[in-house]
């Protein structure tokens, strides 16, 4: 059973920055691309940016582009979003997905973790 859990969310200022973890379990992701989306109130979830297993490819949604990273640690099983120089309108419930048939990755989510950006 494929589990993900997002950690590392909470309160900061603009400007600022905070990292995300995803502790993924119960399959070998070596064939999977590994994403982050978010949702903010009242919008739809959108993609933000994702990673793929092996090759460590990565991918960006413009929004975040020169932003954010985002990257891995095979070890640990555990995907990263880096982001840097937070926006009030960056604030919502983030959330780490994985796939195997699109860069885009849905088959799988997570709980979600909550970032607050405040101005």
């Known amino acids: 059973q494929v589990q993900l859990v997002e950690s590392g969310g909470g309160l900061v200022q603009a400007g600022g920055s905070l990292r995300l973890s995803c502790a993924a379990s119960?399959?070998?992701?070596?064939?999977?691309?590994m994403g982050w989306f978010r949702q903010a109130p009242g919008k739809e979830r959108e993609w933000v940016a994702s990673i793929y297993w092996s090759g460590g490819y990565t991918y960006y949604a413009d929004s975040v582009k020169g932003r954010f990273t985002i990257s891995k640690d095979v070890a640990k099983n555990t995907v990263y979003l880096q982001m840097n120089s937070l926006k009030p309108e960056d604030t919502a419930v983030y959330y780490c997905?994985?796939?195997?048939?699109?860069?885009?990755?849905?088959?799988?989510w997570g709980q979600g973790t909550q970032v607050t950006v405040s101005s």
């Open positions: 119960g399959r070998t992701f070596s064939t999977y691309f």
């Open positions: 997905a994985a796939g195997r048939s699109s860069r885009v990755p849905t088959d799988y």
